[in-house]
């Protein structure tokens, strides 16, 4: 039923443009032009009444379409009557009712008339709507990035969700479509203006000398009957017009502003009781003091008057009854059993802050501090080929003015504070002169810092200080709390939505792999291994590829880790060594190998390290012997062992070097160069 009712729809606009081009080419007579004038004249008042009560201008979304049909349909009914006029000497009863009745039966009178309304669309409503038109469209298209930038803020803080955030979207997009599209639309309603005055002169003067060389007339005759049916054919013409271009001047100056059309104006103009208490008092003074209509202008004083007293008392009355319903709501909130479901949830990331750092968070006030949170997780999602989960950012009371807090799944795992207005300086290590300034650490790697002054800046700088301000500050220490707990964050849903974009392009890899030898949480937990010692997972093909070889095998998600890690060398190689000069690395004695592997225990639920605590105290103050070495050096701390060790190894010194990267033989490039500066030993 409704595939039948859009087809006779479409078949209804169809036969409006083909009318169109038959007026253009057949000669109508006289009665079924009347039946297309007054169909015109209709169409003209929906038009204008339709941009007047819609909400939204999407909601006219076709509307330059509606005007180019209507403009194609109006110019060939102006063909039509001219044809009519210049052959038969009329044009029907509504062009001659309108030549005659409107102009008054004078010629004189109707060309005036007729000249004030060409007067009033060129100047007023055609040039207004078509600035208007440009301007909205200009503005529009500038402010889509903003917008744009708004809707990824609000999603990334939980405001929103994805759905929202794509509706908002593509409600930016239409906007910009159909504001561009008006722009040009608005050139119609002109062009439309321009033909019909061309075509009224064209009557006017083929009328007459139709009259004077075919019809016997004198030319007085001649411009009586013919201009009278100029005059309402053009009068007939230009009104629809008229209220089409008055329709497009209504829309375009609406905007995007969702309300009702009339109560919004009435409320506008005469909602302000101050305002209608001086109207009637000037209204009545003028009425009195001067020698205008004492009645008249007393008596619509005095009715202002009273009706800014009556809009005072409704506005009493709208604010008791606001009152009493918001007092009703409250109590009625209270008495309501308390819904503790929406208590249960917590949020994966959440950054929490005094009011002292709203500013760096409020888009108003210049902060960018939400763009920064997109921004991070486009890096991180880049860097380690996971989702960061939406970061919440909310201001806190209970904190300190310039103190933010950051937790994960509820937890306060780290915290931070700031100077607004100052900057963070830190000496890199060659910088000899000092800079006064207040002493403080910086959050992120806890290193000595200063806080300076806008004026210090550019003098800190040069000498050689690193210099940041406060919204990359909170920024650094959040982007590298995330990378610290971003293996916990990584969920089973996360997973699974991994896998199924692999599934797109390899639908065999993964029906292979997953349920049926590896089920998701396995996946998980050797995905979260890698994440835990900074390793990408974004080429999740060559990981689950990997998975698919060893599974049959074990089902050991450390071992299986393991593998991974080695199929992954390349990676890893270039993340931690080189590529054209020897690398510092620290080996591990095989007496230490030998013993670590000894105290290893199978057991159902995996493999542990039972090794001695007098033992694994020595191990561990060997290896941060042989750190300090590596730092003293200026290197990074990095520890060479056998693949079958490495992860036991990594267990036992993470709890005291979480900075330590332990690899393994097998996952190191052979083009990559080592040397070795010392051995672990016990």
């Given amino acids: 039923m409704f595939r039948a009712r859009l087809q006779k729809t479409d078949a209804m606009v169809a036969i409006y443009i083909l009318t169109a081009f038959v007026m253009l080419i057949v000669a109508l007579p006289a009665w079924m032009l009347d039946i297309f004038m007054a169909f015109n004249i209709a169409i003209a008042f929906t038009i204008l009444f339709v941009c007047m009560f819609t909400k939204e201008v999407l909601d006219v979304s076709y509307f330059p379409t509606i005007l180019l049909f209507t403009t194609i349909f109006r110019i060939a009914m102006n063909v039509s009557s001219t044809r009519l006029i210049l052959t038969t000497g009329t044009a029907g009863n509504v062009v001659m009712t309108f030549g005659q009745f409107v102009g008054g039966g004078d010629l004189i009178v109707g060309a005036i008339i007729f000249i004030i309304l060409i007067l009033v669309q060129f100047l007023v409503i055609n040039k207004g709507s078509e600035r208007v038109a440009e ?7 500038d402010a ?4 744009q930038m708004a809707i990824d803020a609000d999603l990334n803080t939980g405001a929103i969700d994805d759905e929202e955030a794509k509706r908002r979207r593509d409600k930016i997009q239409q906007e910009s479509s159909f504001f561009g599209a008006m722009d040009g639309a608005v050139k119609y309603v002109k062009g439309d203006a321009v033909a019909g005055l061309i075509l009224t002169a064209i009557n006017l003067i083929g009328g007459i000398a139709m009259g004077m060389l075919r019809g016997g007339m004198d030319i007085s005759g001649a411009l009586d009957n013919y201009g009278i049916l100029t005059i309402g054919d053009g009068l007939v013409s230009q009104i629809p017009s008229l209220l089409i271009s008055l329709s497009t001047g209504v829309l375009v100056t609406k905007g995007g502003k969702e309300a009702e059309f009339g109560p919004t ?4 103009l005469f909602g302000v009781p101050k305002v209608m ?5 000037t209204l009545a003074f003028l009425g009195l003091v001067t020698e205008l209509n004492t009645i008249l202008f007393l008596g619509m004083g005095l009715l202002f008057i009273v009706g800014g007293r009556m809009i005072a008392g409704n506005l009493e009355m709208a604010g008791i009854e606001n009152e009493v319903e918001t007092e009703e709501a409250a109590a009625e909130e209270i008495r309501q059993p308390e819904n503790v479901n929406t208590l249960l949830q917590v949020d994966p990331i959440e950054l ?3 009011y002292g750092i709203i500013p760096l968070a409020d888009v108003n006030q210049g902060g960018d501090l939400l763009d920064r949170v997109v921004m991070i997780r486009r890096q991180i999602a880049l860097e380690l080929g996971t989702v960061v989960p939406i970061i919440r950012l909310r201001d806190n009371i209970q904190l300190n003015p310039n103190q933010y807090i950051i937790l994960i ?4 795992v780290s915290e931070g504070e700031i100077l607004f207005d100052h900057y963070m300086a830190m000496n890199p290590g060659y910088v000899e002169e000092e800079i006064t300034g207040i002493p403080t650490f910086e959050p992120s790697f806890h290193l000595p810092a200063i806080w300076i002054t806008e004026g210090q800046r550019e003098r800190a700088e040069s000498l050689g200080y690193t210099v940041v301000d406060a919204p990359s500050i909170i920024a650094t220490h959040l982007t590298e709390t995330i990378r610290q707990y971003i293996a916990e964050l990584l969920t089973r849903q996360d997973v699974q939505n991994l896998i199924n974009n692999i599934k797109e392009s390899n639908p065999s890899l993964v029906e292979e792999l997953t349920p049926k030898l590896l089920g998701v949480g396995e996946i998980q937990k050797v995905l979260q291994n890698l994440l835990k010692e900074g390793i990408s997972i974004r080429d999740l093909l060559t990981i689950l590829e990997t998975l698919a070889d060893y599974a049959p095998t074990t089902r050991d998600t450390d071992i299986l880790t393991e593998y991974v890690r080695q199929s992954l060398k390349r990676a890893i190689s270039t993340k931690y060594f080189a590529p054209h000069e020897a690398t510092s690395v620290v080996t591990l004695d095989p007496k230490v190998e030998q013993e670590i592997m000894g105290s290893v225990k199978q057991t159902e639920t995996g493999a542990f390290l039972n090794l001695d605590p007098a ?3 020595a191990i561990i103050d060997s290896v941060g012997n042989e750190i300090k070495k590596l730092e003293n050096l200026g ?7 056998s693949p079958i060790v490495r992860m036991y190894f990594k267990r036992l010194t993470e709890e005291y070097y979480k900075d330590l990267v332990v690899v393994s033989y097998n996952e190191v490039e052979s083009n990559v160069e080592l040397q070795s500066v010392g051995m672990v030993t016990a």
């Fill in 635 to 641: 290197k990074s701390p990095i520890v060479i062992t």
């Fill in 277 to 281: 208490y001086l109207v009637g008092g």
């Fill in 265 to 268: 104006i009435i409320k506008q």
């Fill in 144 to 147: 889509m990035p903003g917008k």
């Fill in 615 to 617: 033992r694994a105290k």
């Fill in 135 to 141: 301007v909205t469209a200009r503005f529009t298209l």
């Fill in 409 to 412: 799944k509820g937890i306060q």
């Fill in 352 to 354: 929490d802050f005094g």
